[in-house]
């Protein structure tokens, strides 16, 4: 799997770059959640078209969705796995945590056969909700839909509403590792944590 650039390619953007509505709004949130603007931001703020629409969209699928936080959390980490996202992987091991995922549970979704191996029993998430989730995320990275056995399973779980949001999720995840890997998104000393919900 080819893996994030060692360099970045687009340098975090300053003031002058992401312009001083989008600098402030961020150097605000930063201020909220009690840490520095991660790079992510800084970097895709230099597109100014997309980044607020895409941010307000981002949101409400985390850490403003209906999935609980930690399945969600989840879902991510083995996206960033599954599309090499060593900055994605870096900042949602950190949230995982946060959100309640065990150090077990973190390790278990890097694992390249995570779908088809039990999960550590921790009680942290229920193995087989836990298992599903993987399932889900390996096939809509690799084929983009779901099977019906997968599909049948995580609806003895969700609501429609939820499926749709689930499926959502794991594309926008998608979408945000191939840019941050393109683009050699730095990954910081510090991840920049945030209140989960």
């Known amino acids: 799997m080819v893996r994030t650039s060692t360099k970045p390619r687009i340098a975090p953007g300053g003031r002058d770059d992401i312009g001083r509505f989008t600098w402030t709004l961020l150097k605000i949130g930063s201020r909220r959640v009690g840490g520095p ?7 895709l703020a230099r597109s100014r078209r997309l ?7 981002a949101s ?3 850490p403003n969705g209906t999935l ?28 995982g945590r946060q959100a309640g995922l065990s150090e077990a549970v973190v390790a278990w979704t890097d694992e390249a056969d995570a779908s088809t191996i039990d999960p550590p029993a921790d009680g942290t998430v229920e193995p087989l909700r836990a298992t599903l989730l993987v399932r889900a995320c390996d096939e809509l990275v690799e084929t983009h839909t779901l099977t019906d056995a997968t599909w049948d399973g995580l609806g003895a779980f969700y609501r429609d509403d939820q499926l749709i ?19 050699g998104v730095e990954i910081e000393d510090r991840p920049a944590l945030h209140k989960l919900r």
Request: glycine share 4%; net charge negative.
């Open 51 to 57: 980044f607020l629409p895409w941010l307000w969209f």
């Open 68 to 95: 609980p936080a930690r399945e969600a959390e989840l879902v991510i980490l083995r996206v960033a796995t599954l599309c090499g996202s060593d900055y994605e992987r870096h900042h949602h091991s950190h949230l």
């Open 37 to 43: 603007v991660p790079h992510v931001m800084t970097t």
């Open 165 to 183: 949001e689930l499926c959502m999720l794991v594309g926008q995840y998608t979408m945000l590792a191939g840019t941050l890997n393109a683009v």
């Open 60 to 62: 409400r699928l985390m």
